[in-house]
């Protein structure tokens, strides 16, 4: 941009330049561009004074002098044109800049644009999810109140027929002598009303704490609602004024589109004002060198008269006549010069206003972008806060069903194998996918009846072993801050047990619960030595078969598995630790020699082939880990037990045509499983006694199903409608055990004892 200056009168030009991406204006002076100009800087002062001066010399008739005069005023006007040729090119390359930093903005606001909508969407749509919350609380909320309504007037009636008891009573009291065995079956109705009174005194308590329980459920949703509608509101508002910012960004955009094509006319205009100058020129340029070779003439005819000091003063005169003629070429040179300069003069005001408006849009779109910024940074905080509530959710619950002492359950569907296919005509397992079951319910569909459950998690066929590990992973850490954790894996035979557990050897990606927990405790284990702990672990495993325990760490096994070379016992301590005699425990220090360990006791434990599975697991296997922590400079230890069991598939004679050994082994497994179940149904029931020594797998399984263990049980169904009888009898099984109530998990902390050891449990 050219204009006039107010300091001293010298004509500025302002260049932006292009760094990194950021267009900042440089203002410098006219000299510092422009390589044929040198250091001679032009200001308006001196443009005038150039296009007004006149050519002076001392000889009027002297044409040499005039000449050599003309031709240095011919030279500064060529390093001023020169000066202003530059000058336009580097303002054009600032109008290419400032056309490509508009598109830039354009298409930025187009894209902000787009993201607010898609984020106003989502909004809308937790929005209408939360509502849909908020209706069934409330349909939840009334048919509560409706039956504490019924509750009511049932307990009404049974005090009005009370109270007519109470007459009778009377009566048969003054009767007692006549009627003594009248009385007598008086008194035990009235006894039975009393109990049936002190019931529906109950019933009507727990009636009132579970409408309590409903009314806070219901008030903390009005609040994340109305809490959601505010910041609804408030980002309704931002959108709005973002949106009139924007339409504003684009009003501005469409005046500078219309002013640079303006500018574009000008520059046309004055690209062809600028070529009928350089034609101007080219024609002075021609006149000056005919000037030139008649001033050489005219220097040879000086010379000749000079020599020939006798010509006539004819000849003077037409020299006279001819310079003349020249000082008048000359002011028709010097016209057309300042015709040029004010049209020069012109271009630059009209650059120079081009040049504000650009600067106003830039400030503009700054502002804009500021703006941007910080509604980007309040979605992203919002984001944040979504992802922190969701895992807070999950914390309460779990920390809820702990303080409730329930065995969590999970379920999972292996996926449809080879010998299914001729299987999978019609459906049988469902997933609900309502905002209460998801992720959370399994249905089965059998001969057209359904059957809902549902658990703390519910896995796929398609999720893989890794989506499996990271729910179990935070039940593992507990193993190391001292909690005693059992982890159990139930289902019919060919229903996936063994693959969760164990998983397919040398497959890293199909790594069962187990290994995955050994790499996660070892590898939590050198990240806590440097808060100051050690560990010393320890491994056992074994296998129940056939109501007999065998050590498959043992070295000393000889002989059929029935007939092992030890006899083992249970036995359980005070403090709820279990003991296994003359079992064999290994001290470990990384998880590859658990995988060593875990190897070798698979080559040992007993499988066979039925109808059902091709390799079925014929015993119990149980993987036990403890774990003793020692930490100095807390003065503080810690005992805590992982114990993972794989047990033996359940399944049905008539299916599975077992035969002499397997058929006795499929009845120790029954027989043990259907002990399981007494177990079970005796806790949910709340019994004094819980059959435990029923079967050694239930007695050596008694600290994690009735004392203070972390426990959990994944129960293993298979698709196939072939198998759905059995996976049905397996989830109602396993809905009993989810609402079994155990004792609270306790973490197990002493003094520091360097030479503890610890026994199964």
């Not at 949703?221 to 609804?232: G, P, S, W």
């Not at 120079?352 to 910024?373: C, H, L, P, W």
């Not at 790499?519 to 990240?527: A, L, P, R, T, Y």
């Not at 079992?583 to 070798?600: A, G, H, K, N, Q």
Request: with cysteine; aromatic share 6%.
């Amino acid at each position: 941009m050219v204009g006039a200056a107010t300091n001293g009168g010298r004509i500025p030009r302002q260049v932006f330049s292009v760094v990194n991406g950021s267009q900042d204006p440089v203002v410098g002076p006219a000299s510092s561009i422009g390589s044929d100009c040198g250091a001679i800087e032009f200001t308006r002062e001196d443009v005038e004074a150039l296009l007004n001066e006149k050519i002076r010399t001392k000889n009027k008739f002297s044409l040499k002098e005039k000449c050599d005069s003309m031709m240095e005023y011919i030279k500064r006007l060529r390093m001023c044109i020169r000066w202003f040729q530059e000058l336009e090119g580097d303002l054009l390359l600032d109008q290419h800049n400032l056309g490509k930093m508009l598109e830039s903005a354009e298409r930025k606001c187009k894209d902000m644009e787009m993201l607010m909508t898609e984020k106003e969407e989502e909004l809308n749509s937790i929005i209408m999810e939360l509502r849909k919350n908020y209706t069934v609380l409330q349909e939840k909320f009334a048919k509560a109140e409706s039956d504490k309504l019924t509750a009511m007037e049932t307990l009404s009636k049974e005090k009005d027929a009370r109270l007519s008891a109470e007459r009778s009573q009377s009566s048969i009291l003054e009767e007692l002598e006549r009627a003594q065995r009248e009385g007598s079956s008086a008194n035990q109705k009235i006894l039975s009303l009393n109990d049936m009174y002190k019931r529906l005194q109950e019933y009507n308590t727990s009636l009132q704490q579970y409408n309590s329980k409903l009314q806070s459920e219901l008030n903390q949703t009005n609040e994340i609602l109305k809490n959601v509608e505010k910041e609804k509101v408030s980002m309704l508002e931002n959108l709005g004024n973002l949106k009139g910012q924007c339409s504003s960004l684009q009003d501005q955009l469409t005046a500078t589109k219309a002013s640079s094509d303006e500018t574009m006319k000008l520059k046309e205009a004055l690209s062809s004002e600028v070529g009928r100058l350089r034609l101007d020129l080219q024609q002075v340029r021609d006149d000056r060198d005919r000037q030139l070779l008649q001033v050489q003439d005219l220097s040879a005819e000086v010379l000749k008269y000079k020599e020939w000091t006798g010509k006539s003063a004819a000849e003077l005169g037409n020299l006279t006549t001819k310079s003349i003629e020249l000082e008048a070429m000359c002011s028709s040179q010097h016209d057309q010069i300042r015709k040029l300069q004010e049209k020069l003069t012109t271009a630059e005001n009209k650059l120079e206003m081009s040049d504000v408006s650009a600067f106003e849009i830039r400030t503009g779109y700054e502002e804009q972008k500021r703006v941007n910024s910080d509604l980007q940074l309040r979605l992203a905080e919002t984001e944040l806060k979504l992802v922190e509530g969701e895992a807070l959710r999950k914390k309460l619950h779990n920390t809820i069903l702990e303080l409730k002492g329930n065995i969590r359950v999970f379920c999972r569907v292996r996926p449809l194998l080879s010998d299914d296919v001729a299987d999978t005509e019609t459906k049988s397992v469902y997933f609900p996918t309502t905002t209460e079951t998801l992720g959370r319910g399994i249905e089965l569909l059998q001969h057209g009846q359904k059957h809902s459950f549902t658990f703390d998690k519910v896995f796929v066929p398609e999720s893989s072993q890794e989506e499996v590990f990271v729910e179990v992973s935070q039940l593992v850490q507990s193993a190391l801050d001292g909690y005693k954790v059992c982890i159990f894996a139930y289902g019919q035979t060919g229903s996936g047990k063994t693959h969760t557990m164990m998983g397919t050897p040398g497959n890293y990606d199909e790594k069962g619960l187990i290994p995955r927990s050994l790499e996660q405790i070892f590898e939590s284990k050198q990240m806590l030595q440097n808060q100051g702990w050690k560990y010393e672990m320890q491994v056992s495993m074994l296998e129940i078969y056939n109501e007999t325990i065998r050590d498959l760490l043992s070295t000393n096994r000889s002989g059929p598995p029935e007939c092992g070379s030890k006899q083992h016992t249970i036995k359980h301590d005070a403090n709820g630790n279990t003991h296994v005699s003359d079992l064999t425990i290994v001290d470990v220090r990384s998880s590859r020699e658990v995988s060593y360990l875990l190897s070798r006791a698979a080559q040992s434990r007993s499988v066979g082939k039925t109808q059902m599975n091709e390799q079925s697991s014929r015993s119990h296997f149980v993987f036990t880990l403890r774990i003793i922590g020692v930490n100095e400079s807390m003065d503080q230890q810690v005992q805590g037990v992982l114990n993972l069991i794989d047990l033996a598939g359940s399944e049905r004679l008539s299916k599975s045509g077992s035969t002499g050994d397997r058929l006795k082994e499929t009845q120790a497994i029954n027989k043990s499983l259907s002990s399981l179940s007494d177990v079970i149904f005796a806790l949910a029931k709340k019994e004094e006694h819980v059959p435990f020594r029923n079967s050694k797998l239930t007695y050596l399984l008694q600290p994690c199903l009735g004392g203070d263990s972390k426990t959990l049980m994944v129960v293993n169904v298979s698709p196939a409608p072939s198998s759905i009888n059995e996976s049905l009898c397996s989830l109602r099984f396993a809905a009993r055990v989810n609402a079994c109530e155990i004792g609270t998990p306790r973490r197990q902390t002493s003094a520091r004892q360097l030479d503890a050891r610890f026994s199964y449990g």
